[in-house]
């Protein structure tokens, strides 16, 4: 709802998620376990923070929360690499995350979050590395980075079926992060240059890019 900000925030290798109010300024604490927390994503009705952390013996574990605090965190899912939440579509069904694939280094994989016993599902992996994604405002396509070797790209597919591919920018560095507007109609993205701006056009199923447009921040704003 644009009213709170989730950051991480504490020392590199063992930083905890907190709430920030983005109209008083006041922040609460909103994790407090030892391991280092790997900050998430909203849930769509902004009532639940999901995140992750390693555990002693090398396992990661996902976990969801009130975003104000009450209650205990609720484990949602283990597994033996890495996993990081990315996003929760829309219809607060399914948690997307990127995941340490091993030989295939990072993929994308779901989590039903109305049948966590199924646990987790292939998304999107490869020979390419496909890692951070999040799903369209409207549900249907989904965006993700994609690199192979010192090419990075951002694509956009249909999510359902992780069908099509089209890609909405390239870049000679790696992207830290994308996100859909909230009208469906740009993604904003940063690479090693800055903040980019990108608006899409759909026609006929297929997704067309206009070329990134490089934002200037203004004075005082720092990355």
Known sequence: NGRRLAVMRGERDDPDVYIVDLETGIDSRLTFEDGGDQLGCWSPDSKMVDYTRPTLDGTWVGYRKSADGTGAELEVVRFDNTIIADDVTPDGRWLLLTVWGGATLWDLKKLDLESLED?????????????????????????????????WNLYVRRLADAGGRWEIHESTSQFQHAAWSEDGRTIY?????????????????????RPAQLLQLDE????
């Open 119 to 151: 646990g987790l599902q292939d998304l999107l992996a490869g020979p390419d590395q496909q890692y951070y994604c999040a799903a369209s405002p409207d549900g249907q396509w989904l965006l993700h980075h994609q690199s192979a070797g010192e090419v």
């Open 189 to 209: 993205a940063r690479d090693g240059r800055g903040f980019l701006k990108i608006d899409l056009s759909f026609e006929n199923g297929s997704v067309q890019a």
């Open 220 to 223: 005082g704003v720092r990355s």
